[in-house]
């Protein structure tokens, strides 16, 4: 059962650009995650923003989160070639399992 | 270091043969997941376990065992019956559950069908 679908699919921008990621998701959560992944390695946390939350920032990263519409966008700012990589989103389902969207893959040219 | 160690990190299986990846971790974390991602694709949930000697079925369990003998290994065995399974297989750990938590993953393992 996937939750979150992540848009766009891919996303190319230049270096210093910013990049935004979109993510929806079909059902209440508990907290909404996001997570990076470099090509054929495992994913890697990046930050976690609870449902009675709005927006939090971290670093050059900004995520929100809009319940009434079941959608979250993640902002990377000033983006450098080091930022390309696949960006997941994740659903907590009040307790067990952690539910992935397919994931925004993100090319940032030098 | 803490962490979580998956083994091998490639591994051929033969057409009808049984193979078994490792997955160890030494976050005293009660939850471990193993995750099955195609090539350009999300992650999908083969099984679960949230505490010692008991697991769920994932989305896509047909063709996978598990075991959980011990809170610290999760090893997953593609049967024969799994009929597709080149993947690239990810496990993971969380303390308890999902609810607040975050999740921390293995560095993958490449299955490929020869």
């Known amino acids: 059962s996937q939750q979150g679908e992540e848009d766009p699919q891919a996303l190319s921008i230049q270096e210093g650009e910013n990049a935004t990621m979109n993510c929806s998701y079909k059902t209440s959560i508990n907290n909404l995650q996001w997570y990076r992944q470099n090509s054929g390695r495992g994913l890697v946390h990046l930050i976690l923003i609870r449902s009675n939350e709005r927006e939090k920032h971290s670093g050059r990263l900004r995520v929100t989160l809009d319940t009434s519409k079941k959608s979250s966008s993640l902002l990377i700012t000033a983006s450098r070639a080091a930022d390309t990589a696949s960006y997941f989103c994740a659903t907590d389902d009040y307790g067990q399992n952690f539910v992935f969207g397919p994931g925004t893959r993100l090319s940032v040219l030098p | 270091d803490g962490g979580i160690t998956q083994s091998p990190k490639y591994l051929f299986r033969k057409e009808g043969q049984n193979v078994t990846l490792s997955c160890e971790q030494n976050l005293n974390h009660d939850a471990m997941y193993w995750y099955r991602q195609d090539p350009g694709q999300g992650l999908r949930l083969i099984y679960y376990?949230?505490?010692?000697?008991?697991?769920q079925k994932g989305d896509i369990a047909e063709g996978y065992s598990v075991s959980r003998e011990k809170k610290e290994s999760f090893p997953l065995t593609v049967t024969s019956a799994q009929k597709n399974p080149t993947a690239f297989y990810l496990c993971a750990s969380s303390p308890r559950g999902s609810s607040g938590n975050t999740i921390y993953f293995g560095e993958g393992s490449w299955l490929t069908v020869v």
């Open positions: 376990s949230q505490i010692v000697n008991d697991f």
